[in-house]
């Protein structure tokens, strides 16, 4: 099924497939749309927290979910759970598994061949992400055909205009292109993270379009990305538990990734040494 965006493909999967009361799992931190979708549905929310190297948790697979969403390669992480984890979490759920692959073009693995093995896998797409095209609104959703029927019940007669749908068939037909810039991305990605590492960040490993950087001991997340800011460089800050010491960068070109590099260099050296004669006058 293709919608406007994959956010029109989640909000036709939670109507499709939570009523109210019905448990709605997501893991935590992670697209903060799932929880919002479950709280228009009147469904009930249930985060559970990633483990602290951003593995799913024992407890992720809750009695009687409806519908449990897995963002995979994560956001704001961009970590990544294995496919044949996720092959053992489908087989035990009871309700649908909808994995968010918006990332996955930039990863080195993804759960497409699993939807053959399962009735109850919902694969997401978006051409927002790796094929740049946010703008455009499309999305897509792959699953066995018991589901998509279902969904077809619920879904806009209309949700996908004529004039993205022949932007969207150029852009697939140019994989070439499309594999060229996530191939640069890549690259600038590890770049960035060795670059972060030298200077003491601690880089999540990341399979998405972005890294997450933690801050080392006395340096604030919040006063660098102000910082950072007002010289009109714009990363993410989250003020939310477990990322309020974490900057989410976006990997750009190599000279925006230097020009960041070079700010973030001299910004620290100056928080740290305020910092020393703060403890040390
Ligand atoms: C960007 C993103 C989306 C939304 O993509 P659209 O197709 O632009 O609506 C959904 N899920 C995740 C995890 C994303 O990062």
Not at 48 to 75: C, Q, W
Not at 110 to 118: A, I, M, T
């Amino acid at each position: 099924m293709a919608g406007n965006g994959s956010d029109d493909l989640l909000s036709i999967i939670i109507r499709s497939f939570a009523g109210q009361e019905d448990k709605v799992v997501f893991p935590y931190p992670s697209y903060m749309l799932y929880k919002t979708l479950a709280e228009l549905q009147d469904s009930m929310a249930c985060d559970v927290d990633f483990t602290e190297g951003y593995s799913l948790p024992e407890n992720f697979l809750v009695k009687g979910a409806k519908v449990t969403f897995l963002a995979n390669p994560n956001s704001p992480s961009g970590t990544m759970i294995p496919s044949q984890e996720i092959s053992r979490i489908a087989a035990q759920i009871d309700g649908v598994l909808v994995i968010d692959e918006a990332y996955a073009d930039f990863a080195e693995d993804n759960c497409l061949s699993l939807v053959g093995q399962h009735r109850n896998i919902l694969i997401l797409r978006t051409l927002s992400k790796s094929y740049s095209l946010a703008g455009i609104r499309l999305g897509f959703c792959i699953a066995q055909e018991h589901l998509i029927q279902g969904m077809m019940k619920v879904k806009d007669s209309y949700n996908v205009d004529r004039l993205s749908i022949a932007a969207v068939v150029a852009a697939l037909d140019d994989q070439k292109s499309m594999k060229a810039h996530v191939e640069k991305i890549k690259e600038t990605r590890l770049y960035l993270t060795k670059s972060l590492q030298e200077m003491g960040f601690f880089v999540y490993p990341s399979q998405t379009n972005f890294v997450l950087a933690r801050c080392m001991k006395g340096v604030s997340a919040h006063t660098l990305y102000q910082a950072l800011k007002s010289r009109k460089i714009l990363v993410r800050y989250f003020n939310l538990r477990r990322l309020d010491d974490c900057l989410r960068i976006t990997i750009g070109t190599r000279e925006e990734i230097d020009i960041l590099i070079q700010h973030l260099k001299e910004l620290i050296t100056t928080t740290q040494s305020k910092a020393m004669t703060a403890c040390c006058p």
